[in-house]
């Protein structure tokens, strides 16, 4: 089992930037793809991004050219700079990994953008 915990989250104002870190500890061998998801109250969870083992990144369209995902594999954390954010946004964000027989989540990190 991986454990992952996110930080970084917390008010920002409309057009604003945050860093989300989320560190991974346990059984990281088994990770392939780290990445992070977003949900906004009763709304389903939506992929933001991935970064992939081999070195791929991906990214729902309404974040690119804002959004940057990176990983440091040294240290198993995935980090996500987000630049020109906006109040309608979904608000928490979750990390999680995937790998052999392995698929984990953190908890979340709220991120508020105030307009």
């Known amino acids: 089992q991986v454990q992952l915990v996110e930080s970084g989250g917390g008010l920002v104002q409309a057009g604003g930037s945050l860093r989300l870190s989320c560190a991974a500890s346990g059984s990281t061998f088994r990770i392939e793809t780290m990445g992070w998801h977003r949900q906004a109250p009763g709304n389903q969870r939506e992929v933001v991004a991935t970064?992939?083992?081999?070195?791929?990144?991906n990214y729902v369209d309404s974040v690119k050219c804002r959004f940057t995902i990176s990983r440091d594999n040294a240290k198993n954390t995935v980090y996500l700079q987000m630049n020109s954010l906006k109040p309608e946004e979904p608000d928490v964000y979750y990390c999680y990994a995937v790998g052999n027989r392995m698929d984990d989540w953190g908890r979340g990190t709220l991120v508020t953008v105030s307009s």
């Open positions: 970064f992939a083992s081999y070195g791929i990144t």
